[in-house]
C-alpha cells in the first residue's frame, strides 16, 4: 500500500518531481498494471513498492512492513524469498547456466530443496531441455523464460515485473504473458507490473495510469 | 547456502574470466617475487644461526692485527691460528692465496672437512695438515692446475697437498672470497720465510668453555684491547654477520617489492574492472534480498580465495626460482643450505593478500554499495564512497607493506619518495611522449594512423601502461648498463702502461736486487714507498673518537691500522687542497699509487699491501710534519695545524698536519692516506711497496720472478679486477632474475589495462567492420596500437637509463659520461615485442568474433 507516495529528485536544473501524491493499494493475489507513457514514473513507483528506493514523502507498506522505518538491509531481508522481479533486460547472469540462474535466488534463501525446484521451474517454463546452456547461448524469449522461474521459484507473495515484453517481439511477448498470467494464477501471487502495452495491461485486474508522475485514472478489468 | 559458498560458487563460475586471470596472474607474479628473495635470505640467515659456535669455529674469538702475549687469567681451552697472503706457486702457475696456519686444536667448535678429490664432502678432520703438506680448496687446485698429492711453493718452501678444504666453519660458499684458502701448519710458517716485517697479518685466538668462565674472561678482556682488536662471542659473531647480510637482503627485498607494487597496479585495474562488471550481479543480489554484509562476505570470500590461490601458485615459483638464485650466487653452497623455511612462507602469503587487499578495496567498497534500484535503472553508479576514506585504507595498506619490507622509517621516507617521485617523471615523461605520438599520429596513414588514435584515446589507460613498461624497462637496462659500464669504463680510461702489478713486501735488503731484476728486463716501475701500520689515536693530545660527533665515531679509519709512508715528494695524482706540502712538489720516478683503502679494489690490495710493525724506537717530535688525504680529513673533522697522535706498535708518534691533499683513488697508483715527512718513521724496519707495468708479452717474466723474490706478494690487478668483475656479474645476474618478475608485472598492467578497454575496443570494432573494415585492417591496428607502445616505453626506458647512468658515471665514479647507441635500439625493439605480444594475445580475438556474435554479447 502506498500512500501519498511522493519522489524528488534534485538535479542542477532544479528539483524535479517523478512522482508526486500517488496513493495506491493493492490486495493479496491482485494483478495491477502501471501504466503510463515513458517518464510518467512507472518504473520509479515499481522500485519504491519493491522497497529499492525510499520515496520523499508518503509511506509504503509492503508484506504488512513499513518500509519508511527499514533502512537499506532491513528492506533487503523483508524482500528475501518473499519477492520476485522480472526485469525487462531479463537480468540473468550471464556466467550461470539456465539452471543455476533460477538457483541463484533459492540458495540465497536457503532451501534444502534449491536444485530440485530449480529443475522443476525450469520445467514449467518449457526449458527442461535447456538447462546447461549460459543466457548469452538462449534466445531473447528463453531468456525471458528463465527468468520468470526464477522469480517465481521462490514461492513469492508478491513478484514485480518491470516492462517483461520490452525487448521481445509480439508473439514472444504474447507467449510470455500467457507464462506469466498462467504461472500467476496457479501460484496465486500478487503480481504488479509495469509497461505500455495496452494488451497486457488489459490482462490485469487493475490498471494504475500515470501521467507525468500522478495518477490519472484508475480501472478495474 | 551461506554467502561465503555462494561466493565461491560464482567464482567458480566465473573463473574463466579476464578480470579474475589478471588479479591471479598478477598476484602470483608479486608474491613469486617477494617470495624467492623470502626464501633466499630466509636459507642464509638460518644457515648462520644453526651454525652457532661452529660458525665462528670458537666460543669467543678474539681477532688482532699483533700478537697478543698476555692475556686475562681463565680456564678456558685455547686455539690460535695466524692468516695472512701469499703467493702459492706451481711451475709457471701463480695465484695469491689466504693462509691460515693452524695448531693442532683448531677449530674448537664445528668441523673442517677435508677431501681427496675436489667437488666430494670429504670428512671431518683437524684442520692442522700432517708435516710438509697443507689443504688447500678447489678453487686453489684448479687456478694452479695442481691435483691432490702434487707439491706446491709457498715462499722459499715446499709443501704436498695433503686434501681438498671441503668446509669449513663460518663458510657459505666460496664465492665471495677472492683469494682460495689454503691451511697449513703454525710451526711451519719459519720455513717460507714469506713473513717479512710489513707483511699484515691477523691473529685468530679462539676460546672454547663454560659460559660463565666464557662472560668472566670475555668482561676482562675487553679494557685491555685497543680498537684495532675485536672480540667476537659466537653469538656476537653471527648476528654480526647476519646483520650485514640483513642490510643487503633488504635491499634486494625492496627490488621485489617493487614488482610486488606493479603487481598491485594491475590488482588494482584489475579489481576496478571486475566492480565495473559486477554491479549489475551485486544489485540484483540486493534485489534476492542480499544485505551489504552479505554482499562484502560474498566478495570477501572471492578475493580471499583469489589471494590465498595466487598467493600459493607465487610461493611454488618462488621456491623453484630461489633454488635457481642459489646456483647463481652460492653454487658451492646449495647442497649445505637448510631447505626451505616456512617463515618465508607466512610473509609471502600476508604480503599478497595485503597488496590484494590494498589494490581491491576501493573496487569491492564500491560494489557492495550498489543500490538495488540498479536493476531498473541501468545508468545508477554505485552510492559514492567517500574518495579519501578509500585512499586513505589503501595508502595505508600499502605503506604498512613498504614499511614491513622497509624496515625502517628513513628507508620507508627514501623508498616512498623516490617512488613518488618516479613515477611522477614517469607519468609526465609518458605524456610528454604521447604528445609527440600525436604528431607522428597526424601524418601516418592507415592502419598506423587508426592504432596511433586508439594509444591516444584511452590516455588514461596509454599513460598507466607505458609508465609501468618503461619502469620495467628502465631497471633492466639500468642494471645491465652498470655491469658492463661502470668496470669497462673505468678499465679504459686507465692510461695505457698503467701498472697492472704491485710487488708488496719487499724487504731492505731486496730493494737493490728486485730493481735490478726490473731494469734487466726492461719493466717499467714505480718509486719504492716504505710503509708502517699504525693507528690514529688522537687528535690535539684528545682521545680522537672524543673530537667527533657520535655519528662519525665509528669511521673505519679508527678501528684499523693504515698504512703510513712517507716522502718528500708530492706523489702525482694528489693534489694539496689546503696548507703547504712538506717537502718537493716534484714527482719521483714514472708511476706510483697505491689502491685505495675502502674502494673494490683496495679491500684486497690493503691485505697484501700493509706492512708489518716492527719494534722501533719512536721518538715524539713536535715538529713532525704530515699531509692528510682530503676524505679522511673530512670524515675525521681534522684541519691543517692539527696534531694527530699515532700508535705505532707500542710506540706513540704526534705529528702536525701541514697540508690536506685530494687523491686520484682510482688511478691503479699506490695512494696514501697519511703521509710523513721524512725523519719521523725511517728508524722503523719497513718493508716497501712498488708498482710495475708488465706489458702482456713480458708476462713470462713474473713466474721467474716469485722464484727469484719467493717472499714478495705479486699483486695481478687484472686478476682481482676480473674477480670483481665475476664476483659483481654473478649478483647482477641474480638480481636481473629477480628483474624477470619486473618485467612479468609490467606486462600484467598492460593486459590489465587492455582488459578494461575490451568491452569498447570491442564495440568499436564491430562498428568498423559493420561499416566495412577488414580484419587485417583491424588486426594491423592493434599492431601499431602496441607495438608504437612498447617503442615508446622502450625509448623512455632508454633516456631513463641514459640519465641515470650519467649521473652515476660522473657523481659517484667520475667516470667520463658516454651514450649507448645499442639500448635505444634494444629497449624499444624489447618492448615492441613485449608490449605487442600481451597486447595481442589479449585483444586478438575482437577481430575474430563475426560482428552479429560481439553484437549479441555486448547486449
Known amino acids: 500500500m502506498a500512500h501519498a507516495l511522493s519522489q524528488r529528485v534534485t538535479t542542477a536544473d532544479g528539483t524535479l518531481a517523478i512522482l508526486s501524491e500517488v496513493e495506491l493499494a493493492v490486495k493479496a493475489g491482485e494483478t495491477l498494471a502501471i501504466t503510463g507513457a515513458s517518464g510518467s514514473g512507472k518504473s520509479t513507483l515499481l522500485g519504491l513498492l519493491a522497497g529499492l528506493d525510499q520515496p ?74 535447456r538447462a546447461s546452456p549460459t543466457p548469452r547461448q538462449l534466445s531473447g524469449g528463453e531468456q525471458q523464460r528463465v527468468a520468470i522461474a526464477r522469480a517465481f521459484a521462490t514461492d513469492p507473495e508478491i513478484v514485480f515485473a518491470d516492462e517483461p515484453t520490452g525487448n521481445l517481439d509480439a508473439d514472444t511477448g504474447a507467449r510470455i504473458i500467457e507464462l506469466l498470467f498462467e504461472l500467476n494464477a496457479s501460484a496465486r501471487t500478487t503480481l504488479v507490473l509495469v509497461t505500455h502495452d495496452d494488451a497486457l495491461a488489459a490482462r490485469c485486474q487493475r490498471r494504475l495510469h ?7 485514472e484508475a480501472a478495474s478489468a | ?17 579476464g578480470e579474475w586471470r589478471v588479479l591471479l596472474l598478477a598476484l602470483i607474479i608479486g608474491v613469486g617475487s617477494v617470495s624467492t628473495t623470502g626464501f633466499l635470505g630466509d636459507r642464509i640467515k638460518r644457515a648462520m644461526s644453526e651454525q652457532g659456535a661452529s660458525f665462528l669455529g670458537a666460543d669467543l674469538l678474539v681477532t688482532s692485527p699483533r700478537p697478543i702475549e698476555s692475556w686475562p687469567d681463565h680456564t678456558l681451552r685455547t686455539s690460535s691460528a695466524l692468516e695472512f697472503a701469499s703467493m702459492v706457486s706451481r711451475g709457471d702457475a701463480f695465484q695469491l692465496a689466504t693462509l691460515r696456519a693452524v695448531d693442532a686444536a683448531y677449530p674448537l667448535r664445528g668441523s673442517v672437512r677435508i677431501a681427496d678429490r675436489p667437488f666430494e664432502t670429504g670428512t671431518p678432520r683437524p684442520a692442522q695438515p700432517p708435516p710438509g703438506a697443507i689443504y688447500v680448496d678447489q678453487e686453489l687446485l684448479a687456478l694452479l692446475n695442481a691435483q691432490v698429492g702434487e707439491t706446491v711453493q709457498i715462499g722459499e718452501a715446499t709443501f704436498r697437498i695433503a686434501g681438498v678444504v671441503a668446509e669449513e666453519p663460518g663458510q657459505l660458499g666460496g664465492v665471495f672470497g677472492f683469494a682460495p684458502r689454503v691451511f697449513l701448519r703454525t710451526d711451519e710458517i719459519g720455513q717460507t720465510h714469506v713473513l717479512q716485517p710489513g707483511s699484515r697479518l691477523t691473529y685468530l685466538y679462539q676460546f672454547a668453555g663454560e659460559p660463565d668462565s666464557l662472560s668472566v674472561f670475555s668482561g676482562a678482556l675487553k679494557p685491555v684491547l685497543d680498537s684495532t682488536q675485536r672480540v667476537i662471542g659466537s653469538r656476537e659473531g653471527v648476528e654480526t654477520l647476519r646483520g650485514a647480510f640483513a642490510n643487503a637482503d633488504r635491499y634486494i627485498q625492496l627490488t621485489a617489492l617493487i614488482s610486488l607494487l606493479l603487481s598491485v597496479a594491475a590488482i588494482a585495474i584489475a579489481a576496478h574492472h571486475h566492480a565495473l562488471r559486477h554491479y549489475d550481479q551485486a544489485a540484483l543480489l540486493r534485489c534476492f534480498g542480499a544485505t551489504t554484509a552479505q554482499l562484502r562476505t560474498l566478495y570477501a570470500v572471492q578475493l580471499l580465495t583469489l589471494g590465498l590461490l595466487g598467493s600459493a601458485l607465487g610461493v611454488a615459483i618462488g621456491a623453484l626460482m630461489q633454488q635457481a638464485l642459489v646456483g647463481l650466487i652460492l653454487p658451492d653452497a646449495a647442497t649445505r643450505l637448510p631447505s626451505l623455511g616456512l617463515a618465508p612462507v607466512g610473509v609471502a602469503v600476508v604480503s599478497g593478500l595485503l597488496a590484494l587487499a590494498g589494490a581491491s578495496l576501493p573496487a569491492l567498497m564500491r560494489l557492495i554499495r550498489v ?5 531498473l535503472r541501468r545508468d545508477l553508479p554505485p552510492l559514492p564512497v567517500a574518495a579519501w576514506i578509500s585512499a586513505v585504507a589503501s595508502g595505508a595498506v600499502l605503506l604498512l607493506l613498504i614499511a614491513w619490507y622497509a624496515g625502517d622509517a628513513k628507508l620507508v621516507g627514501i623508498f616512498v619518495g623516490a617512488l613518488v617521485a618516479l613515477v611522477g617523471v614517469l607519468i609526465l615523461l609518458a605524456r610528454l611522449a604521447l604528445v609527440a605520438g600525436r604528431g607522428v599520429q597526424k601524418i601516418s596513414y592507415g592502419p598506423l594512423r587508426f592504432g596511433l588514435a586508439q594509444l591516444l584515446r584511452h590516455r588514461f589507460d596509454s599513460t598507466l601502461q607505458l609508465g609501468a613498461f618503461t619502469l620495467a624497462l628502465f631497471l633492466v637496462a639500468l642494471l645491465a648498463l652498470v655491469r658492463s659500464d661502470l668496470i669497462d669504463g673505468w678499465r679504459q680510461q686507465l692510461p695505457p702502461q698503467s701498472p697492472n702489478y704491485f710487488l708488496v713486501n719487499i724487504a731492505p735488503h731486496q730493494q737493490q736486487p728486485v730493481a735490478a731484476y726490473l731494469s734487466q728486463h726492461r719493466l717499467q716501475a714505480s718509486a719504492l714507498y716504505p710503509m708502517v701500520r699504525g693507528r690514529l689515536t688522537s687528535k690535539n693530545g684528545q682521545p680522537i673518537a672524543e673530537t667527533l660527533p657520535p655519528d662519525a665515531r665509528d669511521s673505519n679509519t679508527l678501528r684499523r691500522e693504515l698504512n703510513l709512508t712517507w716522502t718528500a715528494t708530492l706523489p702525482p695524482n694528489n693534489t694539496v687542497l689546503a696548507g703547504r706540502w712538506h717537502g718537493e712538489r716534484r714527482a719521483p720516478a714514472p708511476v706510483k699509487g697505491m689502491p685505495k683503502v675502502g674502494n673494490p679494489l683496495s679491500a684486497k690490495a690493503d691485505a697484501e699491501l700493509t706492512p708489518p710493525v716492527g719494534t722501533p724506537l719512536l721518538r715524539s717530535d713536535p715538529s713532525a710534519e704530515i699531509s692528510v688525504e682530503s676524505g679522511m680529513a673530512e670524515r675525521l673533522h681534522l684541519a691543517v695545524g692539527d696534531t694527530l697522535g699515532f700508535q705505532v706498535g707500542d710506540q706513540t708518534l704526534a705529528a702536525r698536519i701541514t697540508s690536506i691533499r685530494s687523491v686520484k683513488w682510482d688511478s691503479m697508483q699506490p695512494n696514501f692516506f697519511v703521509i710523513f715527512a721524512p725523519g719521523q718513521l725511517d728508524a722503523l724496519p719497513a718493508s716497501s711497496i712498488a708498482s710495475v ?71 568499436e570494432a564491430v562498428l568498423l567492420r559493420t561499416l566495412g573494415a577488414q580484419r587485417a585492417y583491424l588486426a594491423k591496428g592493434l599492431w601499431s596500437e602496441f607495438i608504437a607502445l612498447g617503442v615508446l616505453a622502450g625509448l623512455l626506458a632508454s633516456v631513463c637509463a641514459e640519465i641515470a647512468m650519467a649521473l652515476i658515471a660522473d657523481r659517484l665514479f667520475d667516470l667520463p659520461v658516454r651514450l649507448h647507441p645499442w639500448l635505444w635500439l634494444a629497449l624499444p625493439a624489447a618492448g615492441a615485442l613485449l608490449v605487442g605480444m600481451s597486447g595481442w594475445l589479449t585483444t586478438r580475438h575482437i577481430t575474430r568474433v563475426p560482428p552479429m556474435q560481439s553484437i549479441r554479447a555486448l547486449n
Not at chain 1, 509511506?59 to 522480472?86: C, H, M, P, T, W
Not at chain 1, 500515470?210 to 490519472?216: E, I, K, Q, S, Y
Not at chain 2, 713480458?698 to 721467474?704: F, H, M, S
Open chain 1, 56 to 129: 520523499s514523502a508518503g509511506e509504503i507498506f509492503l508484506l504488512g512492513q513499513r518500509l519508511n522505518d527499514l533502512d537499506e538491509d532491513a528492506r533487503a531481508r523483508l524482500r528475501a524469498g518473499r519477492i520476485g522481479f522480472v526485469f525487462q533486460s531479463f537480468q540473468l547472469l550471464p556466467a550461470l547456466t539456465a539452471l543455476e540462474n533460477i538457483l541463484l535466488p533459492l540458495e540465497l534463501t536457503g532451501r534444502a530443496d534449491a536444485r530440485e525446484r530449480a529443475a522443476h521451474w525450469l520445467d514449467r517454463v518449457g526449458l527442461a531441455a
Open chain 1, 210 to 216: 500515470l501521467v507525468a508522475g500522478r495518477t490519472a
Open chain 2, 1 to 17: 547456502m551461506s554467502f561465503s559458498r555462494l561466493g565461491l560458487w560464482l567464482l567458480r563460475r566465473e573463473r574463466s574470466s
Open chain 2, 371 to 375: 543500490p538495488p534500484l540498479r536493476v
Open chain 2, 693 to 763: 707495468y708488465v706489458p702482456p708479452d713480458a708476462a713470462g717474466v713474473l713466474p721467474g720472478f716469485i722464484k727469484t723474490f719467493p717472499g714478495i706478494t705479486v699483486l695481478a690487478l687484472d686478476k682481482l679486477i676480473a674477480n670483481i668483475e665475476a664476483v659483481f656479474a654473478q649478483i647482477i645476474r641474480a638480481i636481473q632474475l629477480l628483474l624477470g618478475f619486473l618485467l612479468a608485472a609490467g606486462m600484467a598492467v598492460v593486459v590489465a589495462t587492455l582488459l578494461a578497454s575490451l568491452d569498447a575496443r570491442q564495440q
